[in-house]
């Protein structure tokens, strides 16, 4: 009696063991799958923010290029009407509306501000990129991992599928902007 109560128990045991396992491998199966799914969505909304950066970058950075363009135009203008007072024979009012402008303004700034505006758009082109390059890989995965056996047979029975994706492309849309500082002249 001691060996059937004996073999019960081993047999139990086993079947505990059986089933104990088979629920680790479901969670654990469903777990990364979920955490999958969720670097998915964190790199899609990555790419969001990138792209609505890149607009908010392009106007903000136009806009102050631009801003700083005309301020400079116009002090230009101001030197050009000095050097005419020269060649006129007014060099002492000449020499003061240079020196008041010189100055006033020491350092102008146009060519910083269209270096930095070229500068910030391409880090964020590469950003824009980056992040495509890693949504990519992560669909990648996850499709790898829904496809793998036991995988694929847990993850149907709970509704999981492959995602059907395009790879996302690095190459500048159709629709970007070329001509981004003549933008304003032709709204005037």
Do not use: W
């Amino acid at each position: 009696m001691t060996r059937k109560i004996f073999g019960f128990l081993i047999a139990i045991g086993i079947l505990i063991s059986v089933v104990v396992v088979a629920i680790s491998l479901v969670v654990s199966v469903q777990n990364k799958a979920i955490n999958l799914e969720e670097q998915i969505f964190e790199s899609s909304s990555a790419i969001e923010i990138q792209e609505k950066r890149r607009v908010d970058l392009v106007h903000n950075l136009v806009d102050t290029v631009q801003s700083y363009d005309n301020h400079e135009r116009g002090t230009m203008t101001e030197l050009t009407e000095a050097r005419a007072q020269a060649n006129s024979g007014n060099i002492e009012e000449a020499r003061l509306s240079i020196q008041a402008i010189t100055e006033a303004y020491p350092d102008l700034k146009s060519v910083e501000n269209y270096q930095t505006l070229m500068t910030e758009l391409s880090a964020t082109e590469n950003l824009i990129a980056e992040h495509r390059k890693t949504y990519n890989i992560q669909v990648r995965a996850y499709n790898k991992h829904v496809r793998q056996f036991p995988n694929r047979a847990i993850l149907d029975f709970m509704g999981y599928e492959q995602i059907d994706s395009d790879y996302l492309e690095y190459d500048a849309p159709s629709d970007a902007p070329t001509d981004l500082f003549n933008q304003g002249e032709d709204d005037e």
